[in-house]
Nanobody, 114 residues
Framework: QVQLVESGGGLVQAGGSLRLSCAASGSIFSINTWGWYRQAPGKQRELVAGITSRGTTDYADSVKGRFTISRDYAKNTMYLQMNSLKPEDTGVYYC????????WGQGTQVTVSS
């Protein structure tokens, strides 16, 4: 099993920044892909950014140049640095880990006011 705990969400004005954290524990050696997803009210959950065990990253077009995904292997923690936030970035942000199955965190709310 893998346990994921997100933190760092909150309320921020447009143009501001937040850094989300995802602390992982358990059988994390089995994980080969990590990612951040978000779900806005009334919309489906969507990929925001992903990172593989080799460090390859991928971003949704809507966040390229503004968000950065990273991992600290010593701390077993994944981060999402979010800059130049827009109201459309509002949603619940989830950490996801993919190994022999998919694991999800409980989510953290990000609200960007205009």
């Amino acid at each position: 099993q893998v346990q994921l705990v997100e933190s760092g969400g909150g309320l921020v004005q447009a143009g501001g920044s937040l850094r989300l954290s995802c602390a992982a524990s358990g059988s994390i050696f089995s994980i080969n892909t990590w990612g951040w997803y978000r779900q806005a009210p009334g919309k489906q959950r969507e990929l925001v950014a992903g990172i593989t065990s080799r460090g390859t990253t991928d971003y949704a077009d809507s966040v390229k140049g503004r968000f950065t995904i990273s991992r600290d292997y010593a701390k077993n923690t994944m981060y999402l640095q979010m800059n130049s936030l827009k109201p459309e970035d509002t949603g619940v942000y989830y950490c996801r880990a993919l190994g022999y199955r998919i694991f999800w965190g409980q989510g953290t709310q990000v609200t960007v006011s205009s």
